[in-house]
């Protein structure tokens, strides 16, 4: 799916749990996520808490969609 | 048996109007047979006759798309055929598009077996061939004696519903439907042959390729964060409430398309997963941990992105099987790119 | 290490109150067959049938199928650890009783498979349809366990080939084959211009009929390990497995194993066949890793150019098959791996539940899942329930006419994975 | 050396040497397997069908536990028998990759078969359970 967004000319960034994964289907900007049932939040922790680490990833997202990249890139 | 009802599309050039001058030509129809009808014609002998001829410009057809797929059909439809064929193409770009194209639209539409051909690196090729019966040409018009010899005879099979072999049987490519047949030699012999070209470093041929890992070229970054457009994208299976659209749990075969203008947060009351590849528990709670809405609409507010994109699309397709999920984003990609998205979020489960 | 093979073209089989080969004909005293399977006490019953190629019949659930050999010169005996002593096998003289089999049926479990028809759609997917059969049909004492009715139809089965066998120690031998193996050193001497190129074999090592053995030990408890191709031509490896026919190996195509034979035929020519390997496909993880770090190793150690890797099973054998490949590919060592595929009813589904882009060389059996139609029989040989499972259970359905419609699993040897067969798919 | 118990197998670190104690549990919906384990391994016993298992395990998997036996452990079809066990880790730790793969393409592999198992008699109920038990039981031994 990211493949076919970034074929259509769109700057895509894939955040996601699995980071091999991604490099396998073919991201070019990957952000790791949190876990596989919640990437972006950790029932673990207060609601509070969880929304300073989802704005933290999307940060770095955003950063990676700023950021001029010619091979596959984590953004860790 | 009676005889077989064939009509063949071609473009300008094969029917000797002219060459890119004469591009936007419009689709005309005429009886019998025209340009390389003939040498179809001639390998069906009596087995099956070409009733009509169907010409279109390339042009004509690449930017009208609807309106020629419309007209063809109509033309088509009055022949009432057992067979279409469009092309060869051989290395023609937009004409193999266009046989592609119309090929599909006769096959699915009018339930006429269709059949096209062109080479392998036509992009019509990569676009169609699992959608129709693509026979493999060579790259030019020279090779039409070959592709007439392979098309005719795959022709009559599909006319008649005959059964179709295997890709490397009937000349057409691989269409991802795996067919059995029965080699000439045993397959241990078929390992030491392909070892040993293997080894001299000699071209050889898997008879089982390997799933895709092709890559695609990254994009440019976002100049201006603040005035971009970004879109949120989930194959985490985020749909409203009740799953309006009956989104499947897994071997998705559609996608959603959902509206949050306005919507500030997604909460346990509003919005929920489709997705069955994870413990659906906590993104039920709480969708902003797959779909980042809350954080997003903060960040439009502070001025950090210009803003998020009103609609966000999601499929459940999950990181290992990305099958169909190429499918929908190839189709919602054109929408985003048109409604003037900069940039894409994807989160994946 | 040398075996010369002698071949005794065997064309018909007929029952009889003698057992002798005569003019290309296996005469059997199905009394003398009999006596022998009751010396198992766990047996109740045994019946004695032929199978012809052409005949309308079907023969079910198949456990397996065993060519008749005998060791006339050279130490050790045929099916060396099971039936004879442990001894090493592989050089002297090896008589075959070649175009007939013993094929073994019992039902050991309520949903076994393994079809044989000899005629029809069904026998072009079989090469035991082109053999004259002995069949065996056995029945266990009551309350005989799963694992003791396995080994007593697996032991029926060694024991009567290896007594009809027997009959062709002194005849003439109507064509005879040498098969030569070198060390290491003196092959890479003699040919130092040809690729060395090595087979590794993955046998089914599971559990209750997912089992092969080497020399009577269970595969499962051994580590990846080297053997002379020519001892398998002795029965140095033997089947217990039947489950899912259509891709297992039986004990008949590990004594016929088509990649040892074609790599001998190219030996000296084309390339240099360096080594036999063998591996295990065990459920544990952690054993999966260790037994492919050591074929890895291994293909490294004897300096292959290539290595020919051939599956048996599918499912979590994939994931064996897949390491092997990946691991050896990444030593620099060439793969070609030998597979079939589960790509669904309609061919659509992926077809291993594994893959890696370095697997750039797969020959395959084809697709296990493909529908074929077999009609009705004249005769069933075997247990005629075995059919309406199969025909009522998961893979297959009855039709009005008699015929069943099932998938290619069912089967045996359909889709193999050594190679034997011509069926592939694109 | 010698005396720390160094040429014990790997497997074996649990306190007392039996499956109970060690860093592992077996996952079933196989009542046989529980009915011969119990006591001597931790078991999970689910009543429930065969994709619901493995669905089960994928939930393990992403939560940090890994994977000890393969998925599709042998060769009767994952939509024949309704029987399934496998084995994982008690333990946690960072998600293990490889234990994803297995299971995700497990699932993948069972959804391509057609469910037909409840078309068997009761007998053949009980020889599946029985091989689903050999083959765990070749896992553990």
């Known amino acids: 799916m990211v493949k076919e967004i970034e074929r259509a000319g769109i700057p895509v960034v894939h955040v996601c749990t699995v980071t091999p994964i991604s490099m396998t289907v073919g991201a070019n900007r990957i952000v790791p996520a949190i876990a596989i049932p919640h990437p972006l939040g950790n029932p673990a922790l207060t609601m509070e808490e969880e929304k300073t680490i989802r704005r933290h990833i999307l940060e770095k997202a955003l950063n990676a969609l700023e950021t001029p990249v010619t091979e596959q890139t984590i953004f860790e | ?349 | 290490m040398k075996l010369t093979l002698g071949y005794i073209d065997i064309r018909d089989i007929q029952l009889s109150n003698e057992s002798k080969v005569e003019n290309g004909t296996l005469y059997v005293s199905a009394d003398a067959v009999k006596a022998l399977v009751m010396e198992d006490e766990n047996v109740a019953s045994v019946a004695v049938d032929v199978a012809r190629p052409g005949e309308s019949v079907r023969i079910t659930p198949v456990k397996d199928v065993i060519e008749p050999r005998v060791k006339v010169e050279g130490p050790g005996s045929v099916f060396p650890g099971m039936l004879g002593k442990v001894q090493t096998v592989g050089s002297g003289r090896t008589h075959v009783l070649r175009g007939c089999a013993v094929v073994t049926t019992g039902k050991i479990v309520g949903f076994q498979e393994g079809v044989i028809d000899m005629t029809g759609p069904g026998a072009d997917y079989t090469l035991f349809s082109k053999l004259m059969n002995l069949v065996l049909v056995i029945e266990p004492k009551d309350g005989l366990k799963q694992h003791e009715h396995e080994h007593t139809i697996r032991m029926a089965g060694l024991k009567t080939a290896a007594y009809l066998g027997e009959l062709a120690r002194s005849l003439k031998a109507d064509e005879e084959e040498v098969f030569e193996s070198l060390s290491i050193k003196e092959s890479a001497e003699k040919y130092p211009n040809l690729p060395r190129v090595g087979y590794l074999q993955m046998l089914q090592s599971q559990g209750l009929l997912h089992d092969t053995y080497v020399y009577g030990v269970d595969a499962k408890k051994s580590l990846s390990t080297i053997i002379n191709p020519t001892e398998v031509m002795d029965g140095a490896i033997l089947s217990g497995n039947c489950v899912s026919a259509c891709d297992k190996n039986t004990t008949y195509h590990h004594l016929n194993n088509p990649v040892v034979y074609d790599l001998f035929r190219q030996h000296g020519k084309t390339l240099n066949f360096a080594a036999m390997m063998i591996t295990n496909e065990n459920v544990y993880l952690a054993d999966k890793e260790r037994s492919s770090d050591w074929s890895a190793k291994m293909a490294e150690f004897l300096g292959l150019d290539g290595v020919i890797i051939s599956q048996e099973g599918f499912g979590n054998p994939d994931t064996d098959l897949i390491m092997n490949c990946r691991k050896i590919e990444e030593k620099g060592i060439k793969t070609v791996i030998i597979t079939d595929e589960y790509a669904g009813r309609d061919g659509t589904s992926q077809s291993l539940a594994d893959a890696n882009p370095l697997a750039d060389a797969v020959v395959t059996g084809g697709n296990a899942n493909e529908v074929i139609i077999l009609p009705k029989m004249d005769k069933v040989i075997g247990h005629l329930e075995a059919v309406e499972t199969i025909a009522g259970g998961f893979a297959g359905n009855i039709r009005p006419d008699g015929s069943i419609e099932v998938e290619l699993q069912v089967i045996t040897g359909a889709t193999n994975e050594v190679g034997f067969g011509t069926l592939s798919a694109r | 050396m010698g005396k720390i118990g160094w040429n014990r197998p790997l497997r074996f670190t649990g306190r007392t040497g039996k499956g109970i104690d060690m860093d592992r549990f077996v996952l079933t919906n196989n009542p046989l397997v529980r009915e011969k384990l119990q006591g001597e391994e931790t078991v999970e016993f689910v009543e429930t069908g065969f994709m619901e298992l493995l669905s089960h395990a994928r939930d393990y998997i992403h939560g940090g536990h890994k994977l000890l036996t393969h998925p599709l452990s042998g060769s009767v079809k994952p939509m024949e028998t309704p029987y399934k066990s496998l084995m994982l880790t008690k333990s946690k730790g960072p998600l293990d990759l490889s234990s994803l793969g297995l299971i995700e393409n497990a699932l993948d592999a069972c959804r391509k078969f057609q469910f037909r198992y409840e078309k068997h008699p009761e007998r053949v109920a009980a020889d599946f359970q029985f091989i689903d038990w050999t083959l765990i039981e070749s896992a553990l031994r």
């Open chain 2, 1 to 349: 048996m009676s005889k077989v009802k064939v009509v063949q599309y071609i473009n300008q050039f094969f029917a000797q109007i002219g060459g890119e001058e004469m591009a936007d030509y419009k689709p005309e129809m005429r009886d019998g047979v025209v340009g390389p009808g003939t040498a179809f014609a001639a390998a069906f002998g009596d087995e099956a006759e070409i009733v009509a001829t169907i010409i279109c410009g390339d042009s004509y057809f690449n930017e009208n798309v609807e309106e020629a797929k419309k007209i063809v059909l109509d033309m088509v439809k009055s022949k009432a055929p057992d067979l279409f064929i469009a092309g060869p193409a051989f290395n023609a770009g937009r004409y193999g598009v266009a046989c592609g194209t119309i090929a599909a639209a006769v096959q699915d539409e009018l339930k006429i077996p269709v059949l096209t051909g062109m080479y392998k690196e036509n992009p019509g090729a990569d676009m169609f061939k699992t959608k129709v019966y693509v026979v493999e040409t060579k790259n030019s018009a020279a090779g039409m004696r070959d592709a007439v010899k392979k098309m005719a005879p795959l022709a009559l099979k599909l006319a008649r519903g005959e059964k179709i072999g295997a890709s490397c049987q009937e000349g057409y490519m691989p269409n991802g439907v795996r067919k059995n047949f029965f080699e000439e030699k045993r397959g241990s012999s078929r390992a030491i042959d392909m070892m040993l070209k293997k080894l001299a470093g000699k071209e050889f041929t898997t008879e089982f390729p390997m799933p895709d890992f092709d890559r695609v070229e990254p994009n440019a970054p976002v100049k201006d964060m603040s005035k971009a457009t970004i879109a949120l994208v989930t194959s985490g299976g985020i749909v409203p409430k009740g799953n309006p659209d009956h989104i499947e749990s897994s071997s998705a075969s559609k996608y959603g398309k959902y509206d949050i203008d306005g919507v500030m947060d997604l909460t346990e009351e509003t919005y929920e997963t489709a997705h069955g590849g994870y413990d659906p528990v906590y993104a039920n709670q709480d969708a902003d941990r797959v779909l980042p809405v809350d954080v997003l609409r903060e960040f439009e507010k502070a001025g950090k992105i210009g803003k998020l994109h009103r609609y966000f699309y999601t499929t459940v397709g999950n990181g290992t099987a990305v099958k169909s999920a190429k499918a929908f984003a190839a189709e919602f990609s054109k929408e985003l790119v048109s409604a003037g998205v900069d940039a894409v979020i994807l989160t994946s489960t």
